[in-house]
């Protein structure tokens, strides 16, 4: 009886030790594993005192959405007062990070159809401080010897960045008092309504987001005309083209091509 007490014991020690052992070996991450991949981030611009069809362009080319929040709805000439986040504020890329912008008015009448939402669907704002939720490590078998390994990649040397050129001056046709200047970082007024028509003979069949596009162009063309940006007039001759070119291929461009009129009187009459 003795020595059947002690083989039991020795027995049950040595369970135990093997139960430690493969504890360890499962919590353990394996050597090789991968490191976790940085999630990307976008950092929010600053279009707090912009005129909000500037203010679209501007959040849109950062990769964010946004919604119109409060009793001024999104029409192209109300300015923007507050902005959630603030500019600055880094977040994680979740898609199209959604930033509300409440507006306010100013001296330009409401004119066209007001927009409130981006014209694509918008995704969580993330701060980049949160946490994530981590995975579990998972292991990754190494290849034995003998097995084929598969070619390495090959890489492409990555070019260097080029020098934006210098911005040409931009002399604009006629002063507008409190008007916000024309932005030399973006393309010309004429410029930009060449490119709408390219557009749409590219888009024969109109959608939610290819109308909000061609009435985003519109507007902003439009707009930059009104506040005497340069070539505002050539641009609006162009634009009012690409209207007409929209009422035979999707039937619809008669408000924006009034608007364009309109302002194509006002521009003409403001420049002698």
């Known amino acids: 009886m003795p020595r059947l007490a002690v083989v039991g014991v020795v027995l ?16 353990a991450v394996p050597k090789g594993a991968p490191a976790p991949v940085p999630v990307a981030t976008v ?7 912009q005129a909000f069809v500037f203010a679209k362009g501007t959040l849109e080319d ?13 029409y192209a000439v109300n300015k923007v007062a507050k902005q959630t986040p603030a500019a600055g504020t880094k977040l994680k890329d979740t898609g199209a990070p959604t930033i ?14 007001p927009e409130d939402v981006s014209p694509y669907i918008g995704t969580a704002v993330v701060l980049a401080t949160t946490p994530l939720v981590t ?3 998972v292991h990754i078998p190494t290849v034995s010897k003998g ?22 001056k931009r002399p604009p046709a006629f002063v507008v008092a409190g008007a916000p200047k024309e932005p030399l970082d973006e393309m010309t007024l004429p410029a930009r309504a060449q490119l709408l028509s390219v557009w749409l003979s590219a888009h024969s069949k109109p959608t939610n987001a290819t109308v909000r596009h061609f009435l ?20 609006l001759r162009l634009v009012i083209a690409a209207d007409e070119h929209a009422m035979r291929l999707w039937g619809i461009g008669h408000k ?13 009459a403001r420049s002698r």
Not at 147 to 168: G, I, M, N, Q
């Open 135 to 137: 995975m579990p490590a």
């Open 100 to 113: 509300t912008v409440s507006l306010e008015r100013t001296s330009y009448p409401e004119k066209g159809e």
């Open 12 to 27: 049950l020690l040595a369970s135990a030790t093997l139960a430690v052992g493969a504890a360890k070996r499962i919590s």
């Open 256 to 268: 924006s091509e009034l608007a364009a009129r309109h302002a194509l009187a006002e521009v003409e």
């Open 43 to 49: 950092v929010v611009p600053d279009v707090t005192g």
């Open 147 to 168: 097995a084929e390994k598969p070619a390495p990649k090959k890489t492409t040397p990555k070019k260097k960045p080029t020098a934006k050129p210098a911005a040409a």
């Open 62 to 74: 950062s990769g964010l959405a946004w919604k119109v929040v409060g009793g001024v709805h999104g």
């Open 216 to 235: 985003y162009q519109n507007a902003w063309i439009v707009t930059g005309a009104r506040f005497g940006w340069s070539h505002g007039a050539e641009a």
